[in-house]
Structures are given as structure tokens and as C-alpha cells.
């Protein structure tokens, strides 16, 4: 019987991209030789590299490898050598049109922290602790995308604007995307707005509330203005389950979260909504430590968890989460992560301890 293949496109990007894909791509391949599939690999530049080499951060023939793959996974974009660019030739730029044209327009950003991180948390241990939340953020709307936008002299002065903008369509898929996901975990939505202000925001409500009342009236859903849910992310993250949000909101909302357990380094990502799937580590480029080998692999490795289980390799996706947990357990951190009592790693070593996990899982 021919074995299933995965086409996935690799855009390993900048800074720590290459780096943290590398050690994705390892775990992808013992996850795949232990499972009975095939993934065959298309690298290609984005960000920085492709500005580099084709002097635009997305090229056209990247987005059609992209657009016609099954997956796609990202490293990280941007660093102090393309600051000076500006608007379509940033290297985010080419991360935005990305996740547009692939229909990404819901993010789902996992955030849990397991006992081993627990002290790792800027927050005390026992209000994190068992923290297990998922924030599905709009992507590809809101005031990232919204008309009129501008920058123009008025008098003697400037004034600048962006608009925050969604429309019923738009704001209907990404709760059904959070409804689903809560009917999964433990059937509980927090949707987050300014409804008490932004004209938008109360749309956003309304909406929310209709796509509950009308076909997941089984789910619990809270609504919550967007100041109070910061405050009790940090005051008691365990109350939440999956917290659906804009653009805006989530962006900042999910980086909040991210110091739930210590780093950065920890969270994955996944963009959905279109055919292809996008996988990427929730961190930058971060380039005060790239190519030194310190950079923490787990977030890129969870994303290509996150990527098996889109695939409907839940099995594998297993693998990799449980050898996530058993490297944290047996006390490996790399730099971000490592306190008294820890042994630090590098990042191919804790690649390499989690692959120790995966492969106990898997032959077990
Ligand atoms: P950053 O996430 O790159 O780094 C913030 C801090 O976290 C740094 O101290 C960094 O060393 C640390 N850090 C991040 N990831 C880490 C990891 N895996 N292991 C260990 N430590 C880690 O954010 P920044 O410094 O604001 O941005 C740096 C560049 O990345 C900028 O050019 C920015 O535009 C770009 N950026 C890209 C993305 C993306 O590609 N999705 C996201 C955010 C920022």
C-alpha cells in the first residue's frame, strides 16, 4: 500500500527561524518514520533571506509553493539588518500577505503550563499552575487590515489613522472556529471586546452571541471587555479555556499569556481557516542569540505538533507533545528557561531529549 505523503513547505526564514526549523524539522522526521507517512520538504527564503536574495519578502513563486502545499511551516522573520525598510518591503509584510492569501484567518495560540514550568512563571507558581487555555485570535481583519489608512500633514501638524473594521461574515467563522474547538476542550468560550466603547467591538458581541444562541447554546460563553481580560489573565489564568478575540486584541492578549509559563520560546502557533495550514512559533527572530545555538526549540516543535494533528496524525502529534513534557520534566532548559536545580541545554540538545521522549512513546 503507498504510504501517505505530506508536501510541506519549509521557511526557515531569519534570525532564530533557522535555528528552531531545523530542530521542527528532526522531530517531523522520527515522528514520520515511526507513523508509516512520508513528508517530502520544500525550503524556500522569506523575510530577510528573500529580500536578500529577491528583493521582496514573499516572492511570487514562494506563495504559489505555499498556496499549493498542505502545510506550511515558519521559523521567524525580521531583525535589525531590514529595520530601515518600510512598508511592503518589510519582512512582516510578506508574513501578513502570507497568512491573507492562504485564508489563515483564525490563530490558534495553545498556552498551558505544566507543574515543571510552574516556577518558571514571572507570576507565582501557584496561580499558574495547571494553566490550560487556548486564544483564537482574527488574523487577517480588524485594524491590521482595515481602510482608510494614512499618514498625512493636517495644518501645522500630522495626523495618522488606521480603522478597526469587521463585518458579520468574518467575525461569524472565527467564533464557529472557537466553539469547535472549546466542544474539544472543556466547553467554555470568553470573547473578548471593547464593547463599551468601540462601535465595532459591539458587533462583534452581537454576533458572537448569535452564532452561540443559534448552534452552540452546549458551550458556556462569558463576554469580557478587553482591559479586564488582561487583568485576569495575569490575576487567574486557570478560569479560562479558549478565549476567542480581534486582531488587535489578540495579539497583545496572547503575548500576555506567553509569560504564563517563563518564555517566549514555549508557545506555538497554528493560522487555519483556508486549505493550507500555517505552523509557526509564536516568537521573532530574536537576533541577540541566533545561530549560537541557545534559542528554544519546544515553540517551533509544538507547532509541528499542532501541524500532525491538522494533518489527522494525532497520533504522532501525540508523540511529540508527550516528548515535550518528558524533556521539561527531566529538567532540561535551554538559557530562557534555566534556574537553580535545571540542566541547561543547547537547542539541538533539547531537540534531541525531546526526541528521546517521542521515541519511548512511540515504541510503547
Ligand atoms: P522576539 O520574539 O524575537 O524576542 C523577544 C525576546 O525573547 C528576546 O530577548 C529573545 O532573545 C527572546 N526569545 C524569543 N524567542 C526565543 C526562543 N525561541 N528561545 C529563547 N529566547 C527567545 O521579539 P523582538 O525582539 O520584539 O523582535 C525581533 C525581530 O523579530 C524583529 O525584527 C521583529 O519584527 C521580528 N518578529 C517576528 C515575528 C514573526 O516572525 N512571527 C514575531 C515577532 C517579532
Request: overall charge negative; glycine content about 10%; some cysteine.
Amino acid at each position: 500500500m503507498n504510504k501517505k505523503t505530506y508536501n510541506i513547505v519549509l521557511l526557515p526564514g531569519d534570525g532564530i527561524g533557522p535555528d528552531v526549523t531545523r530542530e521542527a524539522v528532526a522531530v517531523l522526521d522520527l515522528a514520520a518514520s515511526h507513523s508509516g507517512f512520508v513528508l517530502n520538504y520544500d525550503e524556500q527564503p522569506v523575510g530577510g533571506a528573500a529580500i536578500d536574495q529577491q528583493n521582496n519578502p514573499l516572492p511570487d513563486a514562494v506563495l504559489e509553493r505555499c498556496t499549493g502545499a498542505d502545510s506550511v511551516l515558519l521559523g521567524a522573520v525580521g531583525g535589525p539588518k531590514w529595520d530601515h525598510l518600510t512598508g511592503a518591503m518589510r519582512p512582516e509584510s510578506g508574513l501578513l500577505k502570507l497568512r491573507k492569501a492562504l485564508g489563515a484567518f483564525a490563530n490558534l495560540r495553545p498556552v498551558s503550563v505544566p507543574d515543571s514550568l510552574a516556577d518558571a512563571s514571572p507570576l507565582r507558581a501557584d496561580a499558574v499552575r495547571g494553566t490550560d487555555l487556548l486564544v483564537v485570535r482574527e488574523l487577517t481583519g480588524g485594524i491590521y487590515f482595515g481602510e482608510p489608512r494614512g499618514r498625512e500633514p493636517e495644518g501645522d501638524h500630522e495626523k495618522a489613522y488606521n480603522t478597526m473594521v469587521y463585518t458579520t461574515p468574518e467575525i461569524d467563522r472565527v467564533a464557529r472556529v472557537a466553539f469547535d474547538w472549546a466542544g474539544k476542550r472543556r466547553r467554555s468560550v470568553t470573547s473578548v471586546d471593547k464593547a463599551n466603547v468601540l462601535v465595532v467591538s459591539q458587533l462583534w458581541r452581537d454576533v458572537v452571541q448569535h452564532v452561540h444562541d443559534k448552534d452552540f447554546s452546549n458551550i458556556a460563553l462569558q463576554h469580557m471587555y478587553v482591559d479586564n481580560a488582561a487583568m485576569q489573565l495575569v490575576l487567574n489564568p486557570r478560569q479560562f479555556d479558549v478565549i476567542v478575540t480581534g486582531n488587535l486584541f489578540g495579539d497583545i492578549l496572547s503575548d500576555a499569556a506567553a509569560t504564563l509559563g517563563g518564555s517566549l520560546g514555549l508557545l506555538p502557533s497554528a493560522s487555519v481557516g483556508g486549505k493550507v495550514g500555517l505552523f509557526e512559533p509564536v516568537h521573532g527572530s530574536a537576533p541577540d542569540i541566533a545561530g549560537q545555538d541557545k534559542a528554544n526549540p519546544v515553540a517551533a516543535i509544538l507547532s509541528v505538533g499542532m501541524m500532525l494533528d491538522f494533518l489527522g496524525e494525532e497520533k504522532a502529534a501525540e508523540a511529540v507533545r508527550h516528548g515535550v513534557h518528558e524533556a521539561l520534566d527531566a529538567g532540561a532548559r535551554t538559557a530562557d528557561l534555566c534556574r537553580e536545580g535545571h540542566r541547561r541545554v543547547s537547542t539541538s540538545e533539547m531537540s534531541q531529549e525531546i526526541q528521546r521522549g517521542m521515541t519511548a512513546f512511540m515504541k510503547g
